[in-house]
Each structure stands twice: as C-alpha cells, then as structure tokens.
C-alpha cells in the first residue's frame, strides 16, 4: 500500500504542471476515480480545507490521504512521492532556463504551456464549482435549498473578489461564518 501511494502521489507531482488548482484533476482523478481512495463530497472537502491550511493544495491533500490510508508513515511517503518529481523538475529547469532562457524555442515552448495551465486550473474550477453546488452534475432537478445557497454564496463571493479585489482570506472565512450560521438554522 506505501508504494501504491507513493507512486500515486509521485505521478501526480510529476504531472501537475502550473501549480495546485491545474492538479485538481489529476487529484480527482487519481484519488476518486483510479484507487477510489475518497468519496466525490470527501474530495470536495479535502480541496476546501487544502486550499485553506498553509502550503501546496497537493502536499496538503498527499499528506491527508497518506494518513487516512495508512497512518503517519503514509503521510510522509505520500508526502515524499508528491515533492519529488517538481523538485528534481524545478532544479533542472532552473539549471537550463538560466543557460538558455534567451532562445527562441525556449520562449514558444513556454507561450505553448500556457494555454494548456489555463484549460486545466479552468476545469478544475468547474469540477469543484458543480461538486460544491449540484452534486456533481448541472442539473437543477433535484436541487433542495442548501444548493441555492451554495449557489448564491458563490455569486456573492465571486463579486466580491472581481470589483473590490480584497484578501481572498477574509472571503473565505467570510463565507465560512455566513454559511455555517445559515446552515446550522437549516433543517
């Protein structure tokens, strides 16, 4: 099982081009989908609480499965396995872009990459924004009040990051105040 994790983790950190939000799918798919190690909504909730504790959202979430999976010695290999590939990566590629960074091709190859960290930090938005509010699916059939909620919490929050531009933390715990006293008044 340590090595299943560790070679999870590892493939996800060797993947994860463009930082946190652009592995959310590779963590989705990875940690629900491929080893169903997590529920959708568990997955969905270890985003939230990795994007609100310190550090990299895939160092939080290696280090939160490797200790639901296998206690604290799979915390640190899932840990290990997630930093290793971006590591070795990032010390190479500071290597070679301080040597070659005035080419031609080095330039186009990066204007080529980010396109494609765009697509994926978008679609993991979306896959969050769908499981936060419907479930998972964009379906409005079946929707109870906690969704429009959800919904409008979102809209609220959005606005307010986009005209006032404030600390996205103060939003957040914000949010999180007025959804749990709304939600504990909830049957």
Request: charged share 10%.
């Amino acid at each position: 099982m340590l090595l299943k994790i560790f070679f999870s983790f590892l493939k996800i950190g060797l993947c994860s081009v463009g930082g946190g939000m652009a592995a959310m799918p590779l963590l989705q798919n990875e940690l629900v989908t491929v080893n169903g190690w997590l529920t959708a909504e568990e997955f969905t909730d270890l985003v939230t609480i990795a994007e609100i504790t310190p550090g990299p959202i895939a160092v939080n979430a290696a280090t939160f499965v490797g200790l639901k999976m296998v206690g604290f010695l799979g915390a640190i290999i899932a840990t290990i396995g997630v930093i290793t590939a971006p590591c070795t990566i990032v010390f190479l590629l500071t290597f070679a872009y301080s040597k070659y960074s005035n080419l031609s091709m080095v330039q186009g190859i990066l204007q080529g990459i980010r396109p494609a960290v765009v697509a994926l930090i978008t679609t993991a938005g979306m896959s969050i924004l769908t499981m936060a509010i419907w479930n998972g699916n964009f379906y409005l059939k079946g929707m109870d009040i906690r969704n429009y909620i959800a919904a409008l919490i979102f809209i609220v929050c959005f606005f307010i990051l986009r005209k006032f531009k404030p600390n996205p933390i103060y939003v957040i715990l914000g949010s999180g105040v007025i959804g749990g006293i709304i939600y504990s008044l909830l049957p």
